[in-house]
């Protein structure tokens, strides 16, 4: 496993922009594909964006394409989440997950290493 430290939220308005950031650390990590999923209060946790271990290849869920942008710089172990035109359903606890050797995946089971997760706060 690869550990996970997550930064970078807090509180903006509607229509602002936020980015966060998440740590890895561990030799390894270039062969974790990376996700970001989030739970708001009384919800399940879900997907929202993630990129593949070797391609770079993205993959986000419908609300979000267009707005967020999910990279990655293997030199220094981290994944970025760059939101925009953030919206009031857009707020709750954001989570960075790795896994190994895998696929793209929007499913929290396939993934095996995650952070303690940032609050994102939209007010309208």
Do not use: H
Not at 24 to 29: L, V
Request: charged share 20%.
């Amino acid at each position: 496993q690869v550990q996970l430290v997550e930064s970078g939220g807090g509180l903006v308005q509607a229509g602002g922009s936020l980015r966060l950031s998440c740590a890895a650390s561990g030799r390894t990590f270039n062969n974790y594909s990376l996700g970001w999923f989030r739970q708001a209060p009384g919800r399940e946790r879900e997907f929202v964006a993630s990129i593949r271990r070797n391609t770079g290849t993205t993959y986000y869920t419908d609300s979000v394409r267009g707005r967020f942008t999910i990279s990655r710089d293997n030199a220094k172990k981290t994944v970025s989440l760059q939101m925009n035109s953030l919206k009031s359903e857009d707020t709750a606890v954001y989570y960075c997950a790795a896994r190994p050797y895998g696929l793209l995946s929007t499913k929290v089971s396939d993934y095996d290493s995650w952070g303690q997760g940032t609050q994102v706060t939209v007010s309208s």
